[in-house]
């Protein structure tokens, strides 16, 4: 071999040499950034874990609070119902003891004269019952229908409270398992 294929074939190697080198450099900051990225996976994996087992321990905190008050209220609601429904009920009571109030007033037509004018007060006056009796029944049935819904939103209330239970189970298996989490 020529001295001056030597000095090639030493460039060379040095040349392979340098390359092999990077190559060597570049896989390994390739590695250091995919552990990089596992690490940075595996945190917001678990931040998001942690965050979403917070929220349904939360959820299944306050749902039965939440549960109880619309119970609570659709009681109330029927209470008042009820008092409508009495209330309707004196007002119709009413309405058949003011009917015969314009036949008492004919007989007292006929025994004074000059109370005519009361007459026509009574039958405006019953005309005025008729009518809150009326509104009376619309606003029992708009609380009826109050009533109904309040009860549909409750089973939606108690139907995501047992989703909630249902989707927590995992958690609470962890939890178990280990307690420190």
Request: proline share 3%; charged share 15%; net charge negative.
């Amino acid at each position: 071999m020529t001295p001056q294929q030597e000095i090639q074939m030493v460039q060379a190697l040095q040349s392979l040499q340098q390359t092999l080198q990077m190559e060597h450099e570049r896989q390994h900051q390739t590695v250091k950034r995919v552990n990089l990225l596992y690490r940075i996976s595996f945190i917001a994996f678990a931040t998001m874990v942690f965050s979403m087992s917070l929220m349904v321990a939360l959820l299944a905190f306050h749902l039965p609070a939440l549960s109880a008050a619309i119970g609570q209220m659709n009681s109330h609601f029927t209470r008042i119902t009820g008092d409508m429904e009495s209330m309707r009920r004196n007002m119709d009571s009413m309405r058949q003891n003011v009917a015969v109030m314009p036949d008492i007033v004919r007989d007292m037509d006929a025994l004074y004269g000059n109370m005519n004018h009361m007459s026509h007060d009574v039958t405006a006056m019953s005309g005025y019952v008729s009518q809150i009796n009326a509104q009376i029944n619309a606003m029992a049935y708009n609380v009826t229908d109050m009533s109904q819904s309040f009860q549909t939103m409750d089973r939606s209330v108690t139907g995501m409270s047992q989703d909630v239970h249902h989707m927590s189970a995992p958690m609470r298996m962890l939890d178990s398992i280990n307690p420190l989490w």
